[in-house]
């Protein structure tokens, strides 16, 4: 069972009937509008999925491209890992939430100098994108979380088997691609 106190990021490329539901069953969720192709993001798109989130009262970030984010008054951005160039003004610090990811202590200090209030840490759990080396699990996860003063988002590999184990963590939040809806 989920804490329904965790903030709940979905990642998003479009948004059908079969997400839109999915959300709606999520309490405390949030839409991350993750296009890869993000220099190519459809402003049209962009304010469909606005106005779902304004129906629906929840936050909309939009990933890596803070212009678009302007431009349909999202909530913030998210920053991904690799993305080490992108420096907000104060202007936009005070407008926007600043989400960052990381996957290592160096990641995390890029993520801090770029003001972001709550960082990503990922993978907390097994997924394709990553070998079973490089996943934290909950007790390096929280060795990790000791030591970064921040509120910390668990990322990567959460479904439904696992669920369980991010109550063991010290998040304030999860992200993830497809909504669990345990």
Not at 17 to 43: A, G, R, T
Not at 78 to 87: A, G, K, P, T, V
Not at 96 to 114: M, T
């Amino acid at each position: 069972m989920i804490n329904s106190k965790l903030k709940k990021y979905i990642f998003i490329e479009n948004l059908d009937e079969k997400i839109k539901k999915n959300i709606k069953k999520l309490k405390n969720s949030q839409i991350i509008f993750n296009n890869e192709e993000y220099n190519k993001i459809s402003l049209r798109q962009c304010m469909e999925i606005k106005d779902f989130c304004i129906k629906n009262k929840i936050l909309l970030y939009i990933k890596n491209n803070y212009k678009i984010a302007l431009k349909v008054k999202a909530d913030g951005i998210f920053i991904s890992s690799n993305n080490r160039r992108m420096y907000l003004n104060k202007f936009l610090l005070k407008k926007f939430c600043i989400i960052g990811s990381a996957h290592n202590q160096l990641e995390y200090y890029f993520k801090k100098r770029q003001n972001c209030t709550t960082i990503a840490l990922s993978p907390i759990f097994f997924n394709p994108k990553y070998s079973k080396n490089k996943i934290l699990g909950p007790v390096k996860f929280n060795l990790i979380s000791k030591m970064w003063k921040t509120n910390l988002c668990a990322l990567g590999g959460i479904c439904e088997e696992n669920i369980k184990k991010i109550n063991l963590t010290k998040v304030s939040s999860i992200a993830f691609q497809r909504p669990v809806t345990k």
